[in-house]
């Protein structure tokens, strides 16, 4: 048995590692079969040679990230953990950014992941920004924190947020009500991140002013949208014609978000993918970036991870079924008989 001992800075910073009840410590003692324990601002990791330096570099990283300010989370121990079991625990400082966005009620938007951050990065470097990536991995909600913070600074006079009309297997024609009645539940998770960052009222304010716009995908179509942060969200349910139609409205002082998941597909069969094509295409283009999103940078519950991982694992099955067997060699002759 090995033990470790890490001295912490100030207590205020084991509090916020340690956790309500210590329930960080217990995820760090459950996932590497170490033990933890503190006096004052010591702490000792018992176990063998390379679970104690799994955990010792663990409680490092929380340490650091307690340091600068930031929130010790569940999610947080859980993705320092992986990165220590991948060895990228030396990218664990990148982590602690700026704060993008303030919410309405005072909540700092910033990232949570390394994927988070390298996806933020690339939308404030590039002017066309196309994040690909499962669900829960903060896609549209940083790129809305993005679009506001740009609004607030006066970077741009709008935002722009648009969707596809498609149907997620189900049919909508029937709702009641206008036009506008019908597509509003198709544009309701960009609603919700704009209420969330602005407030309600200040939302009603800017849309009435029309320095807000949110709308399907079909009414971009013969417009040139000039100073304004825009944002393609479930871009996976365009078609290779709409993605194209939408790519070429952009303006002058203008920056462009493009979201995705390309497992959640829901165009008919004989349609292609306008956001899977666009990836092809447009790697490598001068100005253009693309981010890809993993289940590491799942932000949502722990489930959502093991369900993404779970249907990935499926998939990779099922592709492996569909694979043709390898031909059989031919059968040697047989023997000639002797004379």
Known sequence: MTERTINAERVEELISVFGSFDENIRLIEDAFSVRIANRGTELKVTGDEESADYGVRTLEGLLSLAAKGETIDEQRVRYLIGLVREGRDSQIGEMAKDVVCVTAKGKPIKAKTLGQTKYLKAIEKNTITIGVGPAGTGKTYLAVAEAVAAFRAKQVNRIILTRPAVEAGERLGFLPGDLQNKVDPYLRPLYDALFDMLGAETYAKYLERGSIEVAPLAYMRGRTLDDSFIILDEAQNTTREQMKMFLTR???????????????????????????????????????AICHLSASDVVRHVLVQRIIAAYEKAAQAEEKQKQPAKPVGKSTQGKKRGK
């Not at 998941?261 to 092809?280: F, H, Y």
């Open 250 to 288: 952009m303006g002058f002082n203008s920056k462009v978000v493009i979201t995705g998941d390309v497992t959640q597909i829901d165009l008919p069969a004989d349609k292609v993918s306008g956001l899977k094509e666009a990836v092809k295409i447009l790697d490598g283009v001068e100005d253009i």
